[in-house]
């Protein structure tokens, strides 16, 4: 058999096939899983654009860079597609544009998953950092929930801590429609502690995000999510 990058006339034991037009239709049909929404208040200005079946392309600016490194390590570890643009009222505090980009970016997940049909719904990663060990544990459930245990020890290092992520992962969970465990078992440094549950995040929803065609719905005993 063989298989042509074109089309031509058929012939007998020969099948005719565009390459890139088969590739392209399989991708729409199987992998277009994207969204892009924005959110506009007094405080803050957010758009975002999430592509769940992506390659680890992060293009992200908040205003706040260290933000900005989760949210990017995040995506990578992901396999998304994800650009952002906020900005907000800074000169007050880093909160409102770090609460509101959890928001738009719940709800960009919530539009981009659709009916959560043939989705894999849970999904588990354990990432170390160097002295720090965190564990990210995903229900794409539509039954928002957070729990968020970190080390007692945890000493703030900078302006985007450790308080102020958890606020983030709120607004996340709330508009996303997420069950999310976030534990870090040890860890001394916060940046450590950190990085390691924003790339357990991501590996997480990754595999919560994946599709199982052995389901012909939702994973549910209900049968919707």
């Keep these: 058999m063989k298989i042509r990058s074109d089309f031509y006339p058929l012939e007998r034991g020969v099948l005719c096939v565009d390459i890139q037009q088969l590739a392209s239709s399989f991708k729409d049909g199987l992998m277009s899983r994207k969204a892009d929404v924005s959110r506009k208040t007094k405080e803050t200005q957010i758009e975002i654009l999430l592509d769940l079946d992506g390659s680890g392309k992060a293009d992200i600016s908040t205003g706040v860079p260290f933000f900005d490194h989760m949210l990017t390590a995040f995506t ?5 597609d994800l650009r952002i643009r906020a900005t907000g009222d800074l000169e007050v505090d880093l909160h409102h544009t770090i609460e509101d980009t ?8 919530y539009e981009s998953l659709g009916g959560k049909e043939k989705i894999i719904r849970f999904g588990n990663s354990s990432v170390p950092m160097d002295e ?3 564990c990210v544990t995903i229900d794409l459930s539509n039954r928002p929930y957070l729990v968020y245990n970190f080390p007692d020890n945890l000493k703030s290092t900078g302006p ?3 308080y102020l992520a958890k606020e983030f992962f709120q607004a996340f969970c709330v508009k996303g429609g997420l069950n999310l465990h976030i534990n870090t078992y040890y860890g001394v440094n916060e940046h450590h ?5 924003f790339k357990a995040m991501g590996r997480s929803l990754h595999m919560a ?3 199982n065609h052995r389901l012909s719905g939702s994973l549910s005993t209900k049968g919707s999510l």
């Design 76 to 80: 990578v570890h992901g396999f998304f």
């Design 193 to 197: 502690v950190l990085e390691s549950v």
């Design 209 to 211: 995000t994946r599709i």
């Design 102 to 109: 959890g928001l738009v970016l719940g709800q960009v997940l």
């Design 132 to 134: 720090a060990l965190s």
């Design 160 to 162: 985007f801590d450790a």
